[in-house]
């Protein structure tokens, strides 16, 4: 008789950072469902043999629990992310940072939503994000007031695909997301964004209020050491020519999907960044303005001079500078108990909430 399949696969991606990873697990064995695997994939990194050593005190604790691979090379964070959902044995991957954290009653309250909601492909989360520890709160990051279902196809991809890009609470149904595996946006750092346009465009989506994971944000990016993300990004920090690599990358992921209306989606999927545009800005606002500049007329050249909020965006936060910007968001989305909504997209979900 076949095993049954656990609803949640928890896929790791371990690269160093292995001070943080305890108290990832912790949270994890914390959780008040036990449907549940974890899938671990170490990447090469220098701190492989910490990390391995935490696996293991993790596996003789809780038998059977616990899967864990050692990449024989740098995959880099698309290839393994892929990897991830190859060894993933659960309904759902629920994919988590290596220095976030889960909150409590996560798995249970989307186990919830896929209970009442059986046919669905993505579970869009809501986060609390830190640009400090994960001990910190900075932001909290909830785009509606309460539940949506969002139809597949355009619907769909069009809410959920720039908000993929934060890979902790990332939920996904596991065997379209498999089906959909290449290696063509290797070193875009956006597969996950890949995955989301793929498998939306067969599956309806939700989005849930409750706050599934807290990202930390105190750990420099360890981008920038596989064949993928060489010469593309610096480990250690976001040069302005990483961020418009990963832009150009999300781009190019949706502008390459097949899909009927695929042309009008990438352009309605563009005005959809360009109205939320600040964090594609948001660590680069301490540049000298000549060298802002050159970034605000590459940003531009892609197709975002056409936005007249895009322009909005580089001057305000430019002044503003990114602690004064980050209170002002901050009291907005307090103020509303959600994300502003902008543009057509807006328009469009704004009458759904109220």
């Known amino acids: 008789m076949k095993a049954k399949r656990p609803t949640f696969s928890i896929c790791i991606p371990a690269y160093n950072r292995a001070h943080h990873l305890s108290r990832l697990l912790d949270s994890i064995f914390a959780q008040d469902f036990e449907d549940f695997s974890i899938v671990i994939c170490e990447d090469y990194s220098g701190e492989r043999k910490a990390i391995s050593e935490i696996v293991l005190r993790y596996s003789q604790a809780h038998p059977g629990t616990i899967a864990y691979y ?3 090379k740098n995959l880099g964070y698309d290839g393994n992310i892929r990897k991830l959902v190859e060894k993933a044995d659960g309904e ?5 940072g290596n220095d976030d954290v889960m909150c409590p009653g996560a798995l249970a309250n ?27 709160v900075s932001q909290e990051i909830r785009y509606f007031a309460e539940e949506r279902r969002f139809s597949k196809g355009r619907e769909a991809i069009l809410i959920c695909y720039r908000r993929s890009g ?43 209020p409750k706050v599934l994971v807290h990202c930390g944000g105190d750990e420099p990016p360890d981008f920038g050491n596989s ?65 802002f500049f050159r970034l605000y007329v590459a940003y531009g050249r892609m197709g975002f001079f056409k936005y007249p909020i895009f322009h909005l965006y580089c001057a305000v936060a430019y002044v503003l500078g990114e602690k004064r910007f980050d209170r002002v968001t901050k009291a907005i989305r307090r103020r509303l108990g959600r994300s502003p909504h902008f ?11 109220r």
């Open 166 to 208: 934060v890979i902790a609470g990332y939920v996904i149904r596991r065997d379209p997301a498999y089906e959909a595996a290449t290696d063509k946006y290797d070193g875009t750092l956006y597969y996950q964004m890949h995955l989301t346009a793929q498998v939306l465009s067969a599956w309806p989506a939700v989005f849930t």
């Open 70 to 72: 050692e990449n024989e």
């Open 227 to 291: 064949g993928s993300e060489k010469g593309k990004y610096e480990p250690g920090r976001y040069t302005p020519q990483a961020r418009l690599n990963m832009v150009q990358g999300a781009l190019s992921i949706i502008r390459g999907m097949k899909f009927d209306g695929g042309t009008n989606l990438a352009n309605e999927v563009q005005r959809d960044y360009a109205n939320y545009f600040y964090p594609f800005i948001k660590d680069q606002l301490n540049l000298p303005i000549r060298k």
């Open 92 to 96: 759902f991957c629920f994919f988590m």
């Open 343 to 353: 543009g057509s997209l807006g328009k469009e979900v704004a009458p759904q909430l």
């Open 110 to 136: 989307v186990a919830d939503v896929i209970s009442r909601n059986p046919d669905v492909g993505f579970v869009l989360k809501s986060y609390l994000f830190s640009d400090q520890s994960a001990s910190h």
